[in-house]
């Protein structure tokens, strides 16, 4: 199907040997996809080899064993050169029928699945006074990302590196530039506070809890001693530490008197080499202060719980993001959990967490791109200073997820249906899938324009290699859209999810996780 080509409006699910007559559900879009191709379905086949017989069974399988570290020989991957669904099948009913062969399935790229309920309230005996949690919507935020293995440089006073909460996802190869020597042990707790709310342990029954649990946390002390001095001159040589050791956010819960050309320039090779640097405004009541203030970087300032803006909160329009900074708990010095001092580098560490959190879902993202999304994704705040977006992690992290829109959630036979689309920005490209799952099974849409019986023959991308340049929203079906709005008769009665997913081209594997619209049809 070219881009100027109309698909079909009355399509057809194929099941079986008979055809069920359906208005169709159709996501051809075909105005904004590019051309159409084939793509894989599954990486493989899964399959497990009876006892007795040995590893060498098939030579052409890559065995889990010697990938997990496992000592059972029995369980493998058929990593033939996968190709259509036909062919898979073929190889399928092959495996199943060698008596050698305990079962055999295919390794699915990924079922397609709901974004998850909001997570549930952590278990953590801090968490029930983090406001935080709440005012940024950081459950919805969990159940899509939690930050997995993204590196957050913390270029402070240190981390206390034994902290129970902390320890788990703390990297080993943090520097002490502060003293001269490889421990960046925390002596005075500001690191500790800052390292808590991005990534403390969440649910482990004690402390507090992290935006981003699952971040990888690089320690880099640059205050010497138990002080809270540093110079331009350490920083600018542990920012370039980070850059050296693979950090893809950093965050400054820190301010300089003045803007200096080292530490610009090093600020220059982090955000070259595509590094998000997080800053905190400062905390005195005035304009921005440096590093935050120096372009590209993402400057922070602080809001209360009444979401306004804090009066000693620096402010201007250097501001990407506002976040909570007062009446904060994390992690503290020592091993335990509490309350903390209020401020701008209270804030800043949630906003890294949240950009931690978009780099787990698309690592590809930009830093332009991520900016876009916080300063997008907030809450208006208006203060006399001008008017500031509030963090918001739940859209921020959910906005970069393909979604179909239904018009209602209930309806008759009789009635028609509208749908609307949302596509995000994308860093990179990707495969789009269409799915909807039936009372009477789950169906995939082919390029044909063809609805197909998924438990059959597999799942098929709309289109292959789409990159969204930008945020694309608009009516599918409906008035103003490519197609007319669709009419629902003869369709049984029952629950109906429209499913659709974004998968990397470059690593096959899900962007994020997958959005459900369901409807029901219910019978008159």
Not at 146 to 156: I, K, P, Q, S, Y
Request: with cysteine; glycine share 10%.
């Amino acid at each position: 199907m070219d881009n100027d080509a109309k698909p079909p409006l009355n399509v057809h699910f194929r099941r079986g040997p008979g055809l069920l007559a359906l208005r169709a559900l159709v996501l051809a879009a075909a105005c904004m996809l590019p051309a159409i191709a084939p793509a894989q379905v599954a990486r493989g086949i899964i399959f497990k080899v009876r006892p007795g017989y040995g590893p060498h069974t098939h030579q052409a399988s890559r065995w889990i064993s010697r990938r997990v570290g496992v000592e059972d020989d029995s369980v493998a991957v058929d990593v033939a050169r996968p190709g259509p669904a036909a062919r898979l099948h073929r190889r399928l009913a092959q495996l199943k029928g060698d008596p050698r062969i305990e079962y055999a399935e295919p390794n699915f790229l990924g079922k397609f699945e709901d974004v998850p309920a909001p997570a549930g309230a952590p278990n953590d005996p801090e968490a029930a006074n983090a406001w935080w949690i709440d005012a940024v919507a950081a459950r919805q935020a969990w159940a899509v990302s939690r930050g997995r293995d993204v590196t957050v440089a913390l270029l402070d006073t240190g981390v206390d590196l034994s902290h129970p909460d902390l320890a788990p996802n703390m990297r080993s190869d943090g520097f002490n530039f502060g003293d001269g020597n490889p421990t960046p042990q925390d002596q005075v707790g500001h690191g500790t506070n800052v390292a808590g709310l991005v990534a403390a342990v969440c649910n482990n029954g004690a402390g507090a809890c992290g935006i981003a649990d699952q971040a990888r946390l690089l320690p880099v002390k640059i205050s010497q001693g138990a002080t809270l001095t540093f110079d331009s001159a350490t920083l600018a040589e542990a920012i370039d530490y980070a850059i050296l050791h693979g950090a893809q956010v950093i965050n400054l819960s820190l301010t300089l008197s003045d803007q200096t050309q080292t530490v610009a320039s090093a600020l220059e090779r982090a955000l070259a080499a595509g590094i998000a640097v997080v800053a905190a405004a400062g905390n005195g009541g005035g304009t921005v202060s440096f590093p935050a203030n120096y372009p590209g970087i993402i400057g922070v300032s602080s809001v209360n719980q009444s979401g306004q803006l804090v009066s000693t909160a620096n402010r201007g329009p250097q501001v990407a993001v506002l976040a909570p900074g007062t009446h904060m708990v994390s992690t503290r010095l020592g091993g335990g959990a509490g309350t903390i001092q209020d401020g701008t580098s209270f804030a800043s560490p949630l906003v890294a967490g949240t950009v931690a959190q978009l780099l787990a879902v698309d690592p590809s993202l930009s830093r332009d791109q991520i900016r876009s999304n916080l300063m997008g994704s907030g809450t208006s705040v208006t203060d006399a200073s001008g008017t500031y977006v509030a963090l918001n992690s739940g859209k921020s992290v959910v906005s970069l997820l393909p979604d179909l829109i239904a018009s209602g959630q209930s309806f008759a036979s009789s009635d028609a249906l509208t749908v609307a689309y949302s596509l995000p920005a994308l860093g990179s490209a990707v495969d789009l899938y269409v799915a909807v799952d039936t009372p009477f099974g789950p169906f995939c849409l082919l390029p044909s324009g063809i609805w197909s019986d998924a438990s059959q023959a597999g799942y098929q991308p709309v289109a292959t290699s789409y990159l969204g340049l930008a945020t694309a929203q608009g009516t599918l079906f409906g008035q103003g859209g490519p197609f007319p709005t669709l009419s629902l008769a003869g369709l049984p009665s029952g629950r109906y999810v429209w499913l659709i997913a974004a998968v990397s081209r470059s690593s096959g594997k899900v962007v994020g996780t997958i959005v459900e619209s369901p409807i029901s049809i219910v019978a008159q």
